[in-house]
């Protein structure tokens, strides 16, 4: 039934009523939410759209281009810079910060957004995405790089788009985790899935074991425990995903629950992990525990991460309330050393008295 559905733009002037910057805020949710539909179209075309493959240009990460990398970054650029309520962008695909031209008004917010998430996973046809966090910026100037250094708890709003089987948005504008579908025939995002919460426990993981040589003890010690599953100290089974579209796994812990793990590894020690705190952890982050869940470092709150740099990496570790707490109590007992009990001289592995092991 068409009737009485609940549209993006009717959701957003129902939560933002009352609020004196709600009608720019809504606004340039609306184009981002327009962006969204224009890679949609473009991205599911597949084979047919001529979009596949390389681009030959590397971005700022060092990372080679996909077209598609390419040509999304540009789809948001295009649709979200004329509206006046943007000052400037950061993107993944962007060395420098992009200010908003003349003969554009500028606006007070800022955008930083991965237009495509997971996107070595476009050529074979699995679930991509697009993530973005919308920042204040209170002056009148145009924004410098330190204008979008802001911690992850002064967002005004964040959320992703999946494109799956269906496309979907999932935002937030402080007031819980949204999800709306694209009803394709109409254009229109249908909310679908109110007040998403997140339950406190879960039996699934998400992690990439191929850099367990790399991880810190505590992670090896949460992910063993989870594969020694009932035989082990949890005495129950865990399964595991990995899809290797951060998008993808955030909706599936939106939509059932888990734990995702990109921590901290030693694979390069300039590198405090994979992903990118502005537009990569911070918007997950208040997605997640806008819907009940945490979102970690593994030694604190991802936003609370004071940021930098606008590429500037970070650990991330999110999900389920009680794994997330459970992961970070590892790393402060790690920290402390608590972890690994005095064991006398007397005992040790060249001792004569060697203790049987049980
Ligand atoms: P992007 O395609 O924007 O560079 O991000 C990919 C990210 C993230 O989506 C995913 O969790 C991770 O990279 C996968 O990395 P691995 O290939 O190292 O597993
Ligand atoms: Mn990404
Ligand atoms: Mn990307």
């Not at 809504?26 to 075309?45: E, P």
């Not at 629950?257 to 537009?279: A, E, H, N, Q």
């Not at 990496?313 to 608590?338: M, Q």
Request: hydrophobic residues 35%; charged residues 25%; aromatic residues 8%.
């Amino acid at each position: 039934m068409l009737y009485g559905r609940t549209t993006l733009s009717k959701f957003l002037i129902e939560q933002l009523r009352g609020d004196k910057s709600a009608q720019d805020l809504s606004a340039l949710l609306i184009d981002v939410a327009a962006a969204i539909k224009g890679i949609s179209a473009m991205v599911s075309k597949g084979a047919l759209g001529d979009h596949l493959g390389s681009a030959g240009t590397q971005n700022v990460q060092g990372e080679t281009q996909k077209k598609l990398d390419v040509l999304t970054n540009e789809l948001m650029l295009r649709q979200c810079e004329w509206g006046g309520q943007l000052a400037g962008m950061v993107s993944e695909e962007m060395d420098e910060p992009f200010t908003v031209p003349s003969p554009y008004p500028r606006g007070a917010y800022l955008l930083a957004f991965d237009p495509l998430d997971g996107s070595s996973n476009i050529d074979v046809n699995v679930a991509v995405g697009t993530i973005f966090s919308v920042l204040k910026h209170a002056d009148r100037k145009p924004p410098q790089t330190a204008s979008y250094l802001q911690n992850g708890d002064r967002q005004i709003a964040a959320g992703y788009a999946i494109y799956g089987p269906s496309t979907m948005l999932v935002i937030s504008v402080g007031r819980g985790t949204h999800g709306f579908t694209l009803d394709r025939e109409t254009g229109n995002f249908v909310l679908t899935h109110p007040d998403l919460t997140i339950p406190a426990d879960t039996g699934e993981f998400a992690i990439n074991v191929s850099n367990e040589r790399f991880w810190e003890p505590p992670i090896t010690r949460y992910v063993g425990e989870c594969k020694a599953g009932r035989s082990g100290i949890r005495e129950r089974d865990f399964n595991m995903r990995w899809i290797a579209s951060m998008v993808a796994e955030v909706h599936r812990i939106l939509m059932r629950g888990g734990v995702f793990m990109y921590p901290r590894d030693t694979r390069d020690p300039s590198k405090p992990g994979r992903l990118r705190l502005l537009y990569e952890g911070n918007p997950m982050a208040m997605l997640i525990e806008q819907a009940g869940g945490c979102a970690s470092t593994g030694r604190g709150r991802i936003c609370e991460l004071p940021p930098s740099q606008v590429h500037q990496r970070t650990p991330v570790i999110l999900g389920s309330r009680n794994e997330v707490e459970r992961i970070e109590r590892y790393h402060r007992e790690y920290d402390e050393g608590s972890d690994r009990p005095f064991v006398s001289p007397l005992f040790n592995e060249r001792s004569l008295y060697r203790p049987e092991v049980t």
